[in-house]
């Protein structure tokens, strides 16, 4: 079965320090993958995806995720966390279709 | 352009009444997603249409659920009849590009049946 995985339910960072938030991914083929971000009472938001080409992709907020093939794994990474940055974050992968496999969530706290 | 509309924002009905929540997709997307969210089940898919036309609704509950897209500008989520365990927040999302274009959602439904 395909699914995606995100082993932290929550990642706490300290502002201003590095932040990364994984995800990894069983899905046949050639998936595409993406990461969203949910604030409180608001729906998702596209952050960023990985079709083909360069492993680092770089999205809105300053965010950027590497693709690593050998790894099955597309880990969320910011150089400098905000708190504003604290938030639900949501890995997926295309499932055929325009379908998308969200995995279950992973809520990053950053504390001042 | 005004991304994706749904309404109502806030609905709460009792048990047993019929609940209709309604999604205007993105202009030129072809592709309308439902997903549900609660705290216990996470984001669940309910249903998705291409081109109008249901893909895959086996997300959907049970019977009590279903939903139309009778064009490419709307589509609805019905319960009928509505149980406290379907409250939650429900998301419309619609999509453009085909084998993997991102998903654009609204700002959800937030359902509560007493």
């Known amino acids: 079965a395909q699914s995606v995985a995100q082993p932290e339910d929550q990642v706490n960072v300290a502002e201003g320090n590095p932040l990364t938030v994984k995800c990894t991914y069983s899905v046949s083929g050639n998936p595409y993958l993406f990461w969203y971000v949910q604030y409180p009472n608001r729906g998702l938001q596209f952050l960023l995806k990985y079709i083909t080409g360069d492993n680092l992709v770089k999205g809105s907020y300053g965010f950027e995720a590497e693709f690593n093939k050998s790894q099955t794994s597309f880990h969320l990474k910011k150089p400098s966390a905000l708190v504003s940055d604290s938030a639900l974050y949501f890995c997926a992968a295309s499932g055929g279709y325009n379908k998308l496999i969200f995995g279950a969530g992973t809520r990053l706290a950053v504390h001042p | 352009d005004a991304g994706v509309i749904q309404s109502p924002r806030h609905e709460v009905t009792e048990m047993g009444q019929e609940v209709t929540l309604r999604c205007k997709p993105i202009?030129?997307?072809?592709?309308l997603f439902w997903y549900r969210q609660t705290m216990m089940r996470g984001l669940e898919l309910l249903i998705y249409f291409n081109n109008n036309v249901p893909i895959d609704d086996s997300g959907m509950p049970e019977d009590r659920f279903s939903a139309k897209m009778p064009n490419a500008s709307f589509s609805t989520l019905k319960i009928q009849p509505s149980e406290p365990r379907d409250s939650a927040v429900y998301f419309c999302?619609?999509?453009?590009?085909?084998?993997?274009?991102?998903?654009?959602f609204g700002p959800g439904t937030r359902l509560t049946v007493t």
């Open positions: 999302a619609s999509s453009s590009p085909p084998g993997g274009g991102e998903q654009y």
């Open positions: 202009s030129g997307h072809n592709s």
